[in-house]
């Protein structure tokens, strides 16, 4: 069963860049047609898909955020990334890395979360 995990710093400052990292066990990244997505919760908010990598390394972004989103992967780690740049309050969240059959759901598989808040 797959399982993801999501990791990095709970704390970034205002201006800086959050970035966070998903470690996949039991599945692979490039498995076909699996698409590894980033999806964050405010509190008190909804979902908001952020963006996701293909099994085939292709990315695709919400347009609210492209300007300043970056997904990658590094496969000998099976693992995919998250880069926010120039991150405000309004980026304080609980983030999620998921897996699903496509880059618009559904998602099948989520790590538990990781709170991120952004504060100086």
């Known amino acids: 069963q797959v399982q993801l995990q999501e990791s990095g710093p709970g704390l970034v400052k205002p201006s800086q860049t959050l970035s966070l990292t998903c470690t996949v066990s039991g599945g692979s990244i490039t498995t076909s047609y699996y698409y590894w997505s980033w999806i964050r919760q405010p509190l008190g908010k909804e979902m908001e898909w952020m963006g996701a990598?293909?099994?085939?390394?292709?990315?695709y972004y919400s347009p609210s955020l492209k300007s300043h989103t970056s997904i990658s992967r590094d496969t000998s780690k099976n693992q995919f990334s998250l880069q926010l740049s120039s991150v405000t309050p309004e980026d304080t969240a609980v983030y999620y890395c998921?897996?699903?059959?496509?880059?618009?759901?559904?998602?099948?598989?989520w790590g538990q979360g990781t709170q991120v808040t952004v504060s100086s």
């Open positions: 998921t897996r699903g059959g496509g880059y618009s759901g559904p998602y099948n598989n």
């Open positions: 990598i293909g099994y085939d390394g292709r990315t």
